[in-house]
C-alpha cells in the first residue's frame, strides 16, 4: 500500500513570498489532515477534512493561510505571503474515518520542511 | 484548551539503559493516547495506543501505561539500544479524531 505522499520535501523562500505545498493521502481515505510543527514542538493540527468538506480550521491563520481538498482527493496548502515564523514542518496525514477508534488511524507522510528567510 | 506536557525534552543514556518517558494532559476527557516515533526527516510512526478504558499497552520492549483521572502516562523502554533514537511524542485524541500532540522527547541512545 502506497502511503501518504508529499511534495516538495524542501523549500526556501523569502518572507512575503508565496508558496503551496501538496498532499495526495492513501487510497480511499476519506480524513485528511494537514499539521504544523515548528523546530523543537509537536505537531499542531492547522486544518481537518472530511472527503471535500472542512471540519475544523479553528487553528488555520486565514489571513495567509488557506487549504483545498476539491475532489475529496489530494490536498493543496498554501501561505500567502509567508513570515520568518512559519517556519516548520508541514506534514500531511490522512485516515479512513474521523471516527476515534475503527478506522481512525492516521498515517502521515514524510512532510514539508519550510525555510523562509 | 488540552495542552499535553513530555518530559524531559532531551535525554542522553548509555545502551542498555531502561527508561521512562513522561506524558501529562490537563483535560481528562479523552478517546484514547498514542505514542509516535519520530526519526529525522521522516514522519510520524504509530507505537502504541490506548484506549481511555485500558490501563496499559505493550509491544515488544515497549510499554505504555495510563492514567487517565491523573492526566498522565509513561512510556518505558526496556534495554535501551542505539536504534532507538529518536524523538518520541505523545498525543491524546479528541472528538473528530484529532490530535493534540506534547512538544517530543528527543532521546539518544549511545553504543
Known amino acids: 500500500e502506497a502511503g501518504v505522499a508529499q511534495s516538495p520535501r524542501y523549500k526556501i523562500i523569502e518572507k512575503r513570498q508565496s508558496v503551496a505545498f501538496w498532499c495526495n493521502p492513501i487510497?480511499?481515505?476519506?480524513?485528511l489532515y494537514w499539521y504544523q510543527q515548528i523546530l523543537g514542538q509537536g505537531p499542531k493540527l492547522l486544518i481537518q477534512?472530511?472527503?471535500?468538506?472542512?471540519?475544523?480550521d479553528s487553528q488555520l491563520p486565514k489571513d495567509r493561510f488557506s487549504a483545498e481538498r476539491l475532489k475529496g482527493v489530494d490536498s493543496t496548502l498554501k501561505i500567502q505571503p509567508a513570515k520568518l515564523e512559519d517556519s516548520a514542518v508541514y506534514l500531511c496525514?490522512?485516515?479512513?474515518?474521523?471516527?476515534?477508534?475503527?478506522?481512525?488511524?492516521?498515517?502521515f507522510g514524510s512532510g514539508t520542511r519550510l525555510t523562509v528567510v | 484548551k488540552q495542552e499535553v506536557t513530555q518530559i524531559p525534552a532531551a535525554l542522553s543514556v548509555p545502551e542498555g539503559e531502561n527508561l521512562v518517558l513522561n506524558c501529562s494532559f490537563t483535560d481528562s476527557a479523552i478517546y484514547n493516547l498514542q505514542w509516535f516515533r519520530q526519526d529525522p526527516g521522516k514522519g510520524l510512526t504509530s507505537l502504541l495506543l490506548i484506549q481511555s478504558s485500558q490501563r496499559e499497552q505493550t509491544s515488544g520492549r515497549l510499554n505504555a501505561s495510563l492514567d487517565k483521572s491523573s492526566g498522565r502516562s509513561t512510556l518505558y523502554i526496556a534495554a535501551s539500544q542505539p536504534g532507538d533514537s529518536a524523538t518520541y511524542l505523545c498525543a491524546v485524541r479528541r472528538a473528530g479524531n484529532m490530535l493534540t500532540f506534547g512538544g517530543g522527547t528527543r532521546l539518544m541512545v549511545k553504543p
Open positions: 477534512f472530511q472527503n471535500n468538506g472542512v471540519v475544523d
Open positions: 496525514a490522512s485516515s479512513l474515518t474521523f471516527s476515534t477508534s475503527e478506522g481512525g488511524g492516521y498515517t
Open positions: 487510497s480511499g481515505h476519506a480524513t
